[in-house]
């Protein structure tokens, strides 16, 4: 994979080509920051400068699979493994919320978190876009 370096000032050079509002540097000056604030917006930003499209938003109550390495800090992921966990480490989640493209974790999702006494409880934790495999249904 190649990897491309940038600044804000070419994140404004971008948005001045898109803007097209008598107060256009105003919007750059508002927008640019705003951007450049968060990584995934960026390369998201650019993808959409080369005429490709952002990914389709996962409604809620979506079930997925994520690996459950990927789960939160505070999960038992020892716990999950040995009750949730598929053949390929992969346990069954539900998206809670899409919380936008300019967000890093672009998803709230719930899944079963184990207690260190064995008991279960619902937990959530937020995660990219591309950590989501849909479930499809039949």
Request: some cysteine.
């Amino acid at each position: 994979m190649v990897s491309v370096t940038y600044d804000d000032s070419d994140v404004a050079k971008a948005l001045e080509k898109i803007v097209k509002d008598p107060n256009a540097k105003e919007f750059v000056k508002l927008l640019t920051p705003m951007i450049c604030s968060n990584s995934s917006a960026v390369d998201y930003f650019f993808k959409l400068m080369l005429g490709n499209k952002l990914p389709e938003v996962i409604p809620n109550g979506t079930l997925c699979k994520v690996r459950v390495d990927r789960l939160g800090y505070g999960s038992n992921k020892e716990g999950i493994r040995e009750r949730f966990a598929d053949d390929e480490d992969k346990v069954i989640v539900t998206v809670k919320e899409f919380r936008g493209y300019h967000e890093y974790s672009q998803y709230q999702i719930s899944y079963k978190n184990v207690e260190q006494n064995g008991t279960t409880k619902d937990d959530t934790t937020y995660l990219n876009t591309n950590e989501l495999e849909v479930i499809e249904e039949f």
